[in-house]
Structure formats: structure tokens, C-alpha cells
């Protein structure tokens, strides 16, 4: 049993030591700011500032946390000295990002560690650490409440890890790092400098939809929906408006700390399916705060590969809340701000008129008309519509053109429909008989195949030629059934199927629709899943607020009853 003294910081007993799955954790420049931040976290810091010097291989990490005592600075770089947990129970119950109480003794056998730190009122004082962690010279220092703890000449007895990974790799990963860190902790202040000069700088925000802007070059928060209840925040990328070329971004945390979980890593890209364009994934944080016992943080040194216990329940939440993101909502949301606007300027105007020198006539002229709205919600699927949207006219017989309480909207007309047909056939994929068959020519072994898959009734017919008795309903009576027979032979799985087929019977951009068809079609288009996007990932609706045309028409410019408010 270890000698313990008046520090908060204690060795650990051998029998937690051996029951933890420790080992090294200090490979490269961003393991040394990962352990560090994470101390400064666990220290309640709100600012943290890391400083890099990649020709010295030196770390700086400083932050406004509670700080150390003196006593507590001696035993901070010790082998398993730790104020996270003390006994078997804590181990299984974690609650900090810190805990196995061998990063700073690892740091210290790799570098030449010092801490300077300061608790409360207490006076501050520098220490020195020995290559086994032990305390060497120690000064008083003033400082604010806090640590500064610096790493100079890393790995200097371990060459190896000096090469690989290289150091432009080791940079990358510590802004990657540190990137995922602030979406995780968006209220604290990031500061990163390197040789000496600002490289980056993360302002807080409420939550970290409002972070994303700040690290993803070219986006703005309106591009980005979250949702946060029970345990779970998901930020999202709105598909229509940013994705990525690799997977790259898709990130997960778990009680503060990023980790690897393929199983939701698996989820998240399988709830964009057919939302975004080929070869194409989606931007998305998913933040979940799990029990301490649903979890198990020893399974990697760098805590970040964990076990998690009821993940088939954890999938469906995620999945449901990205179903829930992707739906349209943010009409009726602008309505209503728009509306709000709208009464507190017309209550302004009203006053300003009582006020002038003269008056003027609002009325509506009598020989003024409006467009009846058509009411089909009889004929329509149960369902809340996420705004009113009022089909008003068609452009080149491609878009239809939308009015709603907050602006325009303008939607092609296809791929709306598209949409519409292909989340039918998802619910209700049936095959028809075709009398006289459908003869088709020169098909290959896999085409058959492919054919027969999807659910064709189809037999050879002569000399390179097979006859489709069968096939699916919505192509019974299209004219292109043939060629979209082909499409379907050419296509990789029932899902491929069902994009083709939806495609192939959608109304074609050039068709010119009565107003009724255009409105039954945009409200139909609006209770779908995913509305944003067709099944191929083109965007389907451009929507232009009324705020941005009060904005480009000048309309805050004059305030006056000659300027038509």
C-alpha cells in the first residue's frame, strides 16, 4: 500500500493499476495536447491556449482551471498518481477525461516536463520533473489561477516517433484534434499558436452548431440544423448545402471526448442514404452523454475506442433524430419570425402615420383578385405539413414557383416528384403482369440476374433474347418501360432498382401542370423524409426569404408612406 500524503493527487493502488488496460499514450505532438487539454477540461478551464513549436518539438498548454497546490504539483508526475478515482468502484464509474494517472509521468520520461500552476489564493510555484516524474527544482512564481505545463524536446530518447507519423502529420492531427475538442466543449475559448503566431482561434457558442462555421471553410450557420434531448445533440450538415468528399467528417463523442464507434459511424452514413450525391458523405456531430456504467474506457490507451453497451438501442435514436433533421421545418420557422417582424413594424408605421402631415389609403384596390388556395388535404397521406406552401405559377415548365407566410420557394419539378415516387415504392414495391411480354435483347448473365433480383418474372425467349412478363407497377404504362428495364438490369441492388424506377416515372421538366397538379405535387413533395434532397442528392427546393428581399429591394433604407412598407 503507497504512502499517501495531503495531496488531492494520490498514486493508485497496484491492484487498480493492474486492472487497468494502460500502457504508453504518448506518441506524437497530439497525444501530449490531448492529455494535456484533457487535464485542463477536468480542471473546469473556460480558456484554453496551446502553443507549438514543431522545430523544438515542444507543447504548451495553458488554461484558467482550478490549478495546483504545491503539495499536488509534487505528485502530479508520478506513475499512477491521479485525483480522478482512488478506488475499484471509481473504475468503473468514470466521469472524468483524465484518469489512468500515467500521462504526465509518460510526458516527463519523453521531455523535459515543467508545470507552472497556481490554486486560488495560494501563492504559484514552477516545478521541474526528473525523467521518472519526480520533483526536481521548485520556485515561486506569480501567475493567474491556472496551470502552464510545457513539453520540450519530445521524444529525444525516442527518435522513431520523431519520423513517424512525419511532423506535418503530427501537426494535422492536432488541429484535428483540437477541432473535435471544441464541438465537444463549444463554451470554452480555443487558442492555438504555432512558432510563436496565431494558427487558430475557436470563439465559444451556446452549442456546437454555432462552432461549425468557424472550422468549415465556406459555411454559415443557417446551413446547419441540431436537435439536443435525453442524452443526445446531433448537428448536421442540411444535405442540399454541404457534404464531403470522404467520410472525414463525421464526427462522435461520448461524455466529452471523441471516440471511434463504427457501429454509429455506420449509422449516420446510412441515415443520408439517397440524400446526397454519389460518392458523397455528410457533415454531422453526434454528442451523446451516456451513464458511466454503460461504458467502457479501457479498451484503448487513448481512450478512444470504448465499449458501449446497448448500441442497437443507441442506432435507432440517432437514426430517428437524423430522419427529424432532415424534414423541411425551417419554413414555418421563418414565418413566424417573419410575422413577428411584420406587426412590430407595422405597430412603428401605424404611429409614424398618426404623427405626419397626411395620410394615406391602404386599401386593397377592388379590381384586385387573388389566387384561390386549393385545399387537398383530403386526398393527401396523414401527416403535418411543415408549412404552407401555395403552388402560384410555373416557370419554363421545369420550376414551380411557391409563396409561403416567409418568402419564396422555387422547386424543379422532377426531382420533387422523384422524391415523392421513390419513398412510395420504398413502402410498396409491387410487381405487375405485362401481357404481351416485354422482349429485350442482347443481356448478360448478371443482367438476368439482376432482373430477377429486383423481382421480373424473366425467361429466355430465342437466340439472345429474354422475355420480362412481369415487372414493376409504376412502368406498366410508361413509354420508356424498356429502356427502363435496361436501367434496372444495370443496377447494383433493390435500392438502385428503386431509383431508376422513380426516376424513370417521374414527370419530366418540360410538362406543363395545372395549378392544382403543381399544388398537390409541392404538397406531397413537403411530407416526405427527406425533402431537401432527390434520391440522387441534387437539391430540390430553393427557398428566398423575405427578409433577403427586403434586403436586396433596399426596403430598411426609407422609412415613409411613399415607399410602399
Known amino acids: 500500500m503507497t504512502e499517501r500524503t495531503d495531496s488531492r493527487i494520490q498514486p493508485l493502488d497496484e491492484e487498480i493499476v493492474y486492472l487497468m488496460a494502460a500502457g504508453e499514450v504518448i506518441d506524437s505532438l497530439a497525444a501530449v495536447v490531448r492529455e494535456l487539454v484533457e487535464n485542463a477540461l477536468d480542471a473546469k478551464a473556460t480558456r484554453i491556449s496551446v502553443g507549438l513549436w514543431p522545430e523544438r518539438w515542444q507543447v504548451r498548454v495553458a488554461d484558467n482551471g482550478e490549478g495546483m497546490t504545491l503539495s499536488d504539483l509534487k505528485q502530479a508526475a508520478i506513475a499512477h498518481a491521479t485525483s480522478k478515482i482512488s478506488t475499484r468502484p471509481d473504475l468503473l464509474n468514470v466521469r472524468s477525461l483524465g484518469f489512468r494517472g500515467e500521462a504526465l509521468h509518460s510526458i516527463a520520461q519523453l521531455a523535459e516536463l515543467e508545470i507552472c500552476s497556481r490554486a486560488g489564493s495560494a501563492p504559484g510555484h514552477w516545478v521541474g520533473y526528473s525523467t521518472n516524474g519526480e520533483p526536481g527544482e521548485i520556485s515561486e512564481r506569480a501567475i493567474a489561477p491556472g496551470s502552464i505545463v510545457t513539453a520540450t524536446n519530445l521524444f529525444t530518447n525516442w527518435p522513431a516517433r520523431r519520423l513517424v507519423p512525419s511532423v506535418a502529420q503530427q501537426i494535422k492531427a492536432v488541429a484535428q484534434f483540437l477541432q473535435k475538442m ?65 467520410p472525414d467528417w463525421i464526427r462522435i463523442a ?27 458523405y455528410p457533415v454531422c456531430f453526434l454528442h451523446l452523454t451516456l451513464p458511466p456504467t454503460q461504458l467502457d474506457w479501457n479498451r484503448h490507451p487513448a481512450k478512444s475506442e470504448i465499449y458501449v453497451q446497448q448500441m442497437d438501442k443507441l442506432s435507432d435514436r440517432v437514426s430517428a433524430a437524423v430522419a427529424q433533421l432532415l424534414q423541411i421545418d425551417d419554413i414555418r420557422e421563418t414565418a413566424q419570425v417573419h410575422r413577428a417582424s411584420e406587426l412590430i413594424k407595422a405597430a412603428e408605421f401605424k404611429a409614424a402615420e398618426q404623427s405626419g402631415d397626411y395620410t394615406v389609403s391602404r386599401q386593397v384596390q377592388p379590381d384586385f383578385v387573388s389566387s384561390p388556395v386549393v385545399n387537398l388535404s ?116 433493390l435500392e438502385a432498382a428503386l431509383v431508376a424506377t422513380a426516376c424513370r416515372t417521374a414527370i419530366r421538366n418540360g410538362t406543363s401542370l395545372s395549378q392544382p397538379e403543381m399544388q398537390t405535387l409541392v404538397t406531397n413533395w413537403q411530407r416526405t423524409q427527406s425533402p431537401r434532397t432527390c434520391p440522387h442528392g441534387r437539391p430540390i427546393c430553393l427557398t428566398l426569404s423575405e427578409t433577403s428581399l427586403a434586403k436586396y429591394f433596399r426596403r430598411s433604407w426609407v422609412i415613409g408612406k411613399s415607399h410602399g412598407v
Not at 266 to 271: A, E, F, K
Not at 422 to 440: D, K, T
Request: aromatic share 6%.
Open 182 to 246: 471544441a464541438l465537444c466543449h463549444p463554451q470554452i475559448t480555443w487558442q492555438i499558436e504555432k512558432d510563436n503566431a496565431p494558427w487558430l482561434v475557436l470563439w465559444p457558442g451556446e452549442t456546437a452548431k454555432t462552432l461549425l462555421p468557424q472550422i468549415l471553410r465556406n459555411t454559415h450557420e443557417t446551413d446547419f440544423k441540431e436537435i439536443s434531448a435525453e442524452g443526445l445533440y446531433l448537428a448536421i450538415g442540411l444535405p442540399d448545402r454541404c457534404h464531403r468528399r470522404r
Open 254 to 280: 461520448i461524455n466529452g471526448r471523441p471516440v471511434e464507434v463504427s457501429a454509429l459511424f455506420q449509422t449516420l452514413i446510412q441515415s443520408f442514404r439517397r440524400t446526397l450525391p454519389r460518392d458523397r
Open 378 to 493: 383530403d386526398s393527401l397521406p396523414s401527416g403535418s405539413v411543415p408549412g404552407a406552401l401555395r403552388a402560384i405559377a410555373q416557370v419554363h415548365n421545369t420550376y414551380i414557383l411557391a409563396e409561403h407566410e416567409g418568402g419564396l420557394c422555387l422547386i424543379e419539378q422532377h426531382i420533387a416528384h422523384e422524391r415523392v415516387l421513390y419513398e412510395q415504392l420504398q413502402q410498396r414495391w409491387e410487381m405487375v403482369a405485362v401481357e404481351p411480354p416485354i422482349v429485350l435483347e442482347r443481356l448478360s448473365e448478371q443482367q438476368v440476374e439482376r432482373l430477377a433480383e429486383v423481382g421480373c418474372a424473366i425467361a429466355p425467349f430465342g437466340d439472345d433474347l429474354w422475355a420480362v412478363r412481369t415487372l414493376p407497377e409504376p412502368l406498366k404504362d410508361s413509354s420508356e418501360r424498356t429502356e427502363a428495364l435496361y436501367e434496372l438490369s444495370l443496377g447494383a441492388n
